[in-house]
Each structure stands twice: as C-alpha cells, then as structure tokens.
Nanobody
Framework: QVQMVESGGGLVQAGGSLRLSCTAS????????MGWFRQAPGKEREFVAS?????????YYADSVKGRFTISRDNAENTAYLQMNSLKPEDTAVYYC????????WGQGTQVTVSS
C-alpha cells in the first residue's frame, strides 16, 4: 500500500486560503487515483475531492466544497495538492489524502482550522 504524508494545514480566518500537499512514498504514484478526505471533531471521515490517475484529467468534488477547492497532482513529485479558497468555519477538520477508493492505511493528516 502507498503511504502518504500530508502537510500544509494551519489556522486561517474565514475567507482565507490554504494549500495542502500530500507526498507518496513510492514512484508508482501516477498509477493511483487520489482523494482528499476530512474528519471534523465528533464526525465521521468524509470525502472531499478526487482526481483520476495518470494525467488527472477527471476531478470530483463534494458539493460542500465545489467551486472553492481544487485538487491537482504532480506525478514527477509524487504529490497531490488541495487548493482551498474561501474557507469557512465548517471546513475545520483534519485533512487526509489516500488513494481513491481509500486503502486502510491512513496517514497522520494535517489540521485545518478556520476561525470566524
């Protein structure tokens, strides 16, 4: 299973932006569709966005983030990104990346906190 390391989270005011990164442990990264997921306190982990394998031409978003978040990938860097704009307090969560569909191997995630 591919192992991911997420980074880029932080504290931001509502309306602000963050860019999350997720770097994979192996060079077969380009073969995998990738996804971003998040888990807010007291809630189950939920899907945020996904991108197809290879050139990543296909992307999908949860309705709650559509138009505000953009997923992308750089296969040369074995990295997936999540650009988050117009952040809202309800986006506060720990964000994880994984293959899509996800394996059982989750990273530590990166905390995103949006203050009102």
């Amino acid at each position: 299973q591919v192992q991911m390391v997420e980074s880029g989270g932080g504290l931001v005011q509502a309306g602000g932006s963050l860019r999350l990164s997720c770097t994979a442990s192996e060079n077969t990264f380009s073969r995998y569709p990738m996804g971003w997921f998040r888990q807010a306190p007291g809630k189950e982990r939920e899907f945020v966005a996904s991108i197809s394998d290879g050139d990543g031409v296909n992307t999908y978003y949860a309705d709650s983030v559509k138009g505000r978040f953009t997923i992308s990938r750089d296969n040369a860097e074995n990295t997936a990104y999540l650009q988050m704009n117009s952040l809202k307090p309800e986006d506060t969560a720990v964000y994880y990346c994984n293959t899509n569909p996800p394996t059982t191997r989750w990273g530590q995630g990166t905390q995103v906190t949006v203050s009102s």
